[in-house]
T-cell receptor, first 115, second 114 residues
Framework: NAGVMQNPRHLVRRRGQEARLRCSPMKGHSHVYWYRQLPEEGLKFMVYLQKENIIDESGMPKERFSAEFPKEGPSILRIQQVVRGDSAAYFC?????????????FGPGTRLTVT | QQPVQSPQAVILREGEDAVINCSSSKALYSVHWYRQKHGEAPVFLMILLKGGEQKGHEKISASFNEKKQQSSLYLTASQLSYSGTYFCGTVGNAGGTSYGKLTFGQGTILTVHP
């Protein structure tokens, strides 16, 4: 029973490049949340997706960031033209159903370093 | 708005107890507790729901005061493995239509020494 999987675990990008972060939810989970954690800080909500739909992207920066969760395949968080301030750990979490009643299981995270 | 956790840090010896608090300024639907060790993913501990239902870890207890919008996590007879940063995450009571978006506190660092 595999947990939430994320890859890559570590990603180094130069300023101006693109970063693609992937998240495969737990089996049977169709709800995915992305969170960002800056060094020595708490987790901040970015976006909530269901299969083929973005439900809430209120935590996403308006520019350069996008997310998708296609019918087939993992959810992807895409950061275009990365800047040093994008360096952080990006976690995705999945849950079986929507709503605050259900626990979210976190993946191991992708640690993005922008040089 | 971000919930506020207290204390910011706790140092214990094995076997001692600790209480971590989480306070919100807005009405809550549920409170979720997680523990994160350095460089690792947050691990789910417990959910507390409006109405008193709880789901989670057998060895950890917590409370949720709906009137005060406060939750407390009780760690008893601490073990070395309890060390880590504890986060509360809150789900707002948006007319009963919350979909699970978590707003996390700033974390409480717990260190347990032998």
């Amino acid at each position: 029973n595999a947990g939430v999987m994320q890859n890559p675990r570590h990603l180094v990008r130069r300023r101006g490049q693109e970063a693609r972060l992937r998240c495969s939810p737990m089996k049977g989970h169709s709800h995915v949340y992305w969170y960002r954690q800056l060094p020595e800080e708490g987790l901040k909500f970015m976006v909530y997706l269901q299969k083929e739909n973005i439900i809430d992207e209120s935590g996403m920066p308006k520019e350069r960031f996008s997310a998708e969760f296609p019918k087939e395949g993992p959810s992807i968080l895409r950061i275009q033209q990365v800047v040093r301030g994008d360096s952080a750990a990006y976690f995705c979490a999945s849950s079986p159903l929507a709503g605050g009643t259900y626990e979210q299981y976190f993946g191991p995270g992708t640690r993005l370093t922008v040089t | 708005q971000q919930p506020v956790q207290s204390p910011q840090a706790v140092i214990l010896r094995e076997g001692e107890d600790a209480v971590i608090n989480c306070s919100s300024s807005k009405a809550l639907y549920s409170v979720h507790w997680y523990r994160q060790k350095h460089g690792e993913a947050p691990v789910f501990l417990m959910i507390l729901l409006k109405g008193g239902e709880q789901k989670g870890h057998e060895k950890i207890s917590a409370s949720f005061n709906e009137k005060k919008q406060q939750s407390s996590l009780y760690l008893t007879a601490s073990q070395l493995s309890y060390s880590g940063t504890y986060f509360c995450g809150t789900v707002g009571n948006a007319g009963g239509t919350s979909y699970g978006k978590l707003t996390f506190g700033q974390g409480t660092i717990l260190t347990v020494h032998p």
